[in-house]
């Protein structure tokens, strides 16, 4: 066999070629991040047979993404590292050395005397989820912001109006009558059969002629503000939102789309769907990764923080939190529709609850059961058969 060691940067990557005794076949060599680079990279190792070849780089942020997926579809056997491994390989040279060259060369080494695991086009699903689920996250904060933001503006421009639709203002209705009538004396203006086809229009019928006159009488005696600054601030912010919540459907489709070809048991699971299950899946990663349910359970910072000093041990304390949050965010939604749709959570919640805890606090120990079967059904590829 031979080992072929890349060190990632973002610009340009280092590699070498290393026989299985550890000889230096090809030296380092530079190669940048693109086609040409990777072109370079395969011209490189076009003598060894491919299937002799294992090829390794460490976990650096995004930047090896391209690479792997690159190789990945080239049919070549690629290892994901963890740093530390290279670390303690680093720690054994009598010289301390750092380069990107003699990088290469660590990494190389590492591959003979380490266990590795190849990485596959499922990985690369999991990659994608991941990516998509983290991206989800972070425009579902944004919305939820300008949620927060247009609700402060309409307080000031149209205060009653949070009155009159009983469902909140964050609704179709609501967001197509501020788009084309952000203050009340426009509201007041409308003419009235137009008024009552924009709401009916909007809300799938749910409001009529009558509610219709009742607003536009209320805009009318409204304390509100007519102040075209904010008026602005109101239009725009619902075409966020608008835009946000387009691009979130997207983003689920995309995960959708994933999960079916994945075919992963944790759909089995009740109560969890393809976006939820989507986000654990990526977040999670390689299952082998974990050898134990606890450290699955760590990762999510689900475990319980642990509080001594000197001969006292806090014996209740709350969950770490401290692993990934997107994953922990993923699994306590999960555990709360899992705990709706089977007996067997539901029984569990109900017995920590009868011990007093709140509803979140029995919810966190139903979504630490929940990691434990979600590791058995991931390292073992069984369904789903509690009941």
């Known amino acids: 066999m031979y080992y072929v060691g890349i060190d990632i940067a973002k610009l340009n990557h280092f590699a070498s070629v290393v026989s299985a005794d550890g000889e230096v076949l090809v030296k380092p060599f530079k190669f940048t991040n693109d086609n040409d680079g990777f072109c370079k990279l395969l011209s490189a ?74 990485f596959s086009q499922e990985d690369i699903d999991l990659m994608h989820l991941k990516n998509l689920g983290r991206f989800r996250q972070k425009n579902i904060k944004e919305r939820t912001r300008l949620k927060v933001q247009l609700t402060a503006y309409v307080d000031r421009v149209f205060p009653e109006l949070q009155y009159f639709f009983k469902s909140g203002l964050h609704q179709k209705a609501v967001y197509a009558l501020l788009k084309e009538a ?34 536009r009488i209320l805009a009318q005696k409204s304390v509100g503000s007519s102040d075209r600054a904010l008026s602005l601030q109101v239009t725009q912010s619902v075409e966020q939102i608008e835009l946000l919540d387009r691009q979130i459907k997207d983003i689920e489709s995309q995960m959708t789309e994933i999960m079916l070809g994945l075919d992963s048991v944790i759909m089995t699971i009740p109560g969890i769907g393809y976006v939820n299950g989507g986000m654990i899946l990526g977040e999670i990663g390689d299952i082998h990764r974990f050898q134990k349910p606890c450290q699955l359970l760590a990762f999510a910072g689900l475990d319980p923080s642990v509080y001594q000093s000197g001969n006292f041990n806090a014996s209740h304390t709350r969950m770490s939190k401290r692993g990934s949050r997107v994953l922990r965010y993923a699994l306590i939604n999960a555990a709360h529709n899992v705990v709706k749709n089977n007996s067997t959570f539901k029984a569990y ?39």
Do not use: W
């Not at 009552?196 to 006159?213: D, R, Y």
């Not at 979504?367 to 369904?383: E, S």
């Open 45 to 118: 190792l076009a003598s060894y047979e491919r299937g002799s070849l294992i090829i390794g780089l460490e976990s650096t942020a995004h930047y090896a993404d391209n690479l792997v997926e690159f190789l990945v579809s080239k049919r070549y056997q690629v290892c994901v590292i963890n740093p530390i491994q290279t670390s303690t390989m680093r720690k054994n040279n009598i010289r301390k050395t750092k380069t990107d060259k003699v990088d290469t060369l660590v990494i190389a080494r590492t591959l003979i005397t380490q266990p590795h695991r190849f």
């Open 349 to 387: 919640y109900d017995a920590k609850m009868a011990e007093g805890r709140n509803h979140y606090s029995a919810l966190g120990h139903c979504a630490g059961k929940l990691v434990r079967v979600i590791f058995k059904m991931l390292t073992d590829d069984v369904a789903f058969n509690l009941e």
């Open 182 to 215: 952000p203050t009340p004396d426009l509201v007041a203006s409308m003419h009235l059969t137009h008024l009552a086809h924009l709401l009916e229009v909007s809300s799938h019928g749910h409001f009529n002629k009558e509610q219709a006159k009742e607003l």
